[in-house]
């Protein structure tokens, strides 16, 4: 048996990928199930609602859909909550592991009219798989190819009508033909903290633990504008309050369990402290480029810019130029690093 062999990029990727898989599955039992219970990006939420009940009363699939945003702000949720809403299977998979043609035609050829394909981090998938998508998007039906050369011929095998939903963190790394097969596109945005606050105590309510409105304004605040995270770290802060306190998430409770996790005030942890600190101390606050970064970090670059960057580019922490990653005056007075000036004798 041949052992397959990957690069260090290929482990750093398939890490990132299990973190993710872990978060989602803690996190499982708390997703929404219907539009009704979902909380948060209203304008997204009610042109689903709208195209859902469309396609029921034509009693038609829906028209295929595209999810981007950063990780952990519901696309994988709004996914099951559509299959939900229009009554049909869902089937999932992913870029990464769709690595052949043959991948793809054995999931499409099963699926039944009306169902669900769904595809996280579709921007990763290998170019010869995304040219037997096209076919199957646009007119529902795969080519086979037998032979080779002047013995070569085609078979076209027919699909039912079905929805393909694609999430993506990088919506810019899908090519223009793929992208424009999808009839509803939509970004998903950061969450504020209002909404964020009313999905921990939905959560709370679900777990069974008692939180008050400023424990859950806390954890909002320090929640990074995303869900996923939220209710990571409510789970963390309720094993601190049933050992530590009485049960009860309080604001104090609250703070004295996430500084224990080491999140600060604004959310940051100590990943997103060392990225900052690096481009200071190393690159003497920026600009620097993200594959130098990478490999000060030992971090893939897709870590970064996936996970890292969007929150910290958000928050005002970093700026983006034509140079590469530069650190803002706000960095420098979170973290109370005194910016050095910059020697301007004249020689």
């Given at each position: ?126 170019k010869i798989v995304e040219e037997f998508l096209y076919p199957a998007m646009e007119d529902f039906a795969v080519d086979f190819i037998f032979d080779k050369g002047v013995h070569a011929r085609t078979h076209r095998y027919r699909l039912e009508q079905f929805t393909l939903i694609g999430a993506t963190t990088r919506a810019g790394l ?174």
């Amino acid at each position: 048996m041949i052992k397959k062999e990957y690069s260090k990029d290929d482990q750093q990727q398939y890490l990132l990928n299990d973190i993710n898989e872990i978060e989602k599955k803690e996190t499982s039992n708390l997703r929404p199930l219907t539009l009704k219970e979902y909380i948060g990006q209203d304008r997204v939420v009610e042109t689903l609602k709208i195209a859902i009940d469309a396609a029921l009363k034509r009693k038609e699939p829906l028209e295929h859909i595209l999810f981007n945003g950063p990780p952990g702000l519901g696309k994988t949720t709004l996914a099951h909550i559509i299959a939900n809403e229009m009554g049909t299977k869902i089937i999932t998979s992913s870029g990464p592991a769709l690595e052949k043609g043959g991948d793809l035609i054995g999931l499409l050829t099963h699926i039944e009219r009306g169902d669900i394909f769904f595809i996280d981090e579709i921007h990763r998938i290998p170019k010869i798989v995304e040219e037997f998508l096209y076919p199957a998007m646009e007119d529902f039906a795969v080519d086979f190819i037998f032979d080779k050369g002047v013995h070569a011929r085609t078979h076209r095998y027919r699909l039912e009508q079905f929805t393909l939903i694609g999430a993506t963190t990088r919506a810019g790394l899908l090519s223009s033909p793929l992208r424009e097969r999808f009839g509803i596109t939509r970004d998903l945005d950061f969450y504020n903290e209002k909404d964020l606050a009313r999905i921990i105590k939905r959560s709370a309510r679900i777990i069974d633990i008692s939180i008050d409105d400023k424990g859950a304004a806390e954890i909002a605040k320090r929640s990074r504008g995303t869900p996923r995270v939220a209710n990571r770290l409510l789970k963390r802060v309720r094993d601190f309050a049933q050992v530590k306190a009485d049960g009860i998430i309080t604001k104090d409770v609250a703070i004295d369990a996430l500084i224990l996790e080491g999140i600060d005030e604004f959310g940051l942890g100590d990943i997103d402290r060392r990225f900052l600190k690096t481009i200071i101390f190393n690159y003497k606050g920026g600009p620097v480029g993200i594959e130098a970064l990478s490999a000060t970090l030992q971090l893939e670059s897709d870590v970064l810019i996936e996970v890292i960057e969007p929150y910290l580019l958000k928050t005002g922490f970093i700026i983006r130029t034509s140079q590469g990653r530069k650190i803002t005056e706000k960095a420098y007075k979170h973290l109370n690093i005194k910016k050095k000036e910059e020697d301007t004798t004249l020689f």
